[in-house]
């Protein structure tokens, strides 16, 4: 140990920190643009692209044009896209979420027939399509129903799969959302589309921005009655063992930054099922409103979040900086063969 015999006994950790090549040797977590899904807002009520206020860089898409960032992710190798649909009709129980014409469906069919080479994930959700701005049908008293959204969210993940989504995304925090949803697709031939669930999804001001560029702000209320206590932790366990028996096959936890230990805990209740997080728009919008004002490096932040998602035990996230961060993995794997392709 060359400890001074006038010191206590010390270790000398600095030793594999010395250079860049041993720092590289013992490296635990590396972050890869394979890894990373980028979430994307189709539109149909847009005639362009608008950037979106509150997200900058983040554009919501007409349907005609998103082949466009589709093409960027593909070129960066991003693991995938995730479409957020925005319709231009809007009713009490989110018919449009579910129709063969709707705008993530057609999304998903002009994304299949452009090639892209990534996977193909959708939303499902009833927030964005209702009128009230809620995830499920809802009472005369404003309610969410339980088990009548079921049903709609199983209508919706069966369109986004007929229409060639790889994987659906329940985002709703239904109880029984996975069960009903891997039903229809197992009865309707779609056994092979996967089901990701956003498991552990926490009630929370991070989501702000996104319910601006999204237009799925509840009209009325919260979303406390389904949305898990950002008090509680040991209930999130309880949320993946039901979603893992009824039949995900990839887990979520969300938001990402606020709730890393919840990532750490999935990780170590369900070591073998893939494992996703979402670094959300709120924590998006903090690291850019930040950088904006030269407050934060933009990109050490961004690398180092990310990162921190793969330590806590995430396998991929969800993330509005994949693009960047796919385009700054890339130039530092450039300087460091030597500017080898
Ligand atoms: C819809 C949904 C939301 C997000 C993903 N799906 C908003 C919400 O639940 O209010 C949030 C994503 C983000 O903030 O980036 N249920
Ligand atoms: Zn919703």
């Known amino acids: 140990m060359n400890t001074p015999s006038s010191l206590p006994a010390f270790a000398r950790l600095r030793r594999l920190r010395r250079t860049d090549a041993l720092r590289r040797l013992v490296r635990q977590n590396a972050l890869s643009a394979d890894r990373m899904i980028l979430p ?3 539109s149909e009520v847009d005639a362009a692209r608008v950037e979106i206020p509150s997200m900058p860089g983040v554009y919501r898409w007409p349907v005609e044009e998103v082949g466009e960032v589709v093409a960027e992710a593909d070129k960066a190798g991003l693991g995938g896209v995730l479409l957020f649909g925005i319709p231009a009709l809007k009713d009490t129980r989110g018919s449009e979420a579910s129709a063969t014409g709707g705008v993530v469906q057609r999304a998903i069919r002009g994304i299949r027939d452009s090639g892209y080479e990534g996977v193909v994930v959708s939303d499902v959700c009833l927030c964005e399509y209702t009128d009230h701005g809620h995830c499920g ?3 005369d008293e404003g309610t969410v129903l339980n088990d009548v959204t079921l049903k709609r969210l199983a209508e919706t993940a069966l369109s986004h799969a007929r229409a ?3 994987i659906v995304a329940p985002s709703a925090m239904m109880d029984g959302q996975v069960a009903a949803i891997r039903r229809a697709l197992d009865e309707n031939d779609l056994g092979q589309t996967a089901v990701l669930s956003y498991s552990a999804k926490y009630a929370s001001g ?7 560029a999204a237009d799925g702000a509840p009209q009325f209320g919260d979303r406390r009655s389904h949305q898990m206590d950002p008090a509680n932790a040991y209930e999130a366990e309880r949320e993946l063992d039901a979603d893992v028996r009824e039949g995900a096959d990839l887990l979520m936890v969300k938001p990402g930054l606020a709730y890393l230990d919840i990532v750490r805990r999935a990780r170590v209740a369900h070591p073998n099922v893939p494992l996703a997080a979402y670094n959300v ?3 998006y919008s903090m690291v850019k409103a930040a950088a904006e004002r030269g407050w934060l490096d933009e990109r050490a932040v961004v690398l180092e979040t990310l990162l921190s998602f793969l330590r806590a035990g995430a396998d991929l996230v969800i993330t ?4 960047d ?3 700054w993995l890339a130039e530092a794997a450039g300087s460091a063969s030597g500017g080898h392709p």
Do not use: K, T
């Open 40 to 42: 994307i807002f189709v």
């Open 137 to 139: 049908i809802i009472d």
């Open 164 to 166: 060639g989504a790889d």
């Open 206 to 212: 991070y989501y702000g921005p996104f319910r601006d």
């Open 281 to 283: 728009s709120g924590e």
């Open 320 to 323: 509005y900086h994949a693009l």
């Open 325 to 327: 961060a796919a385009r």
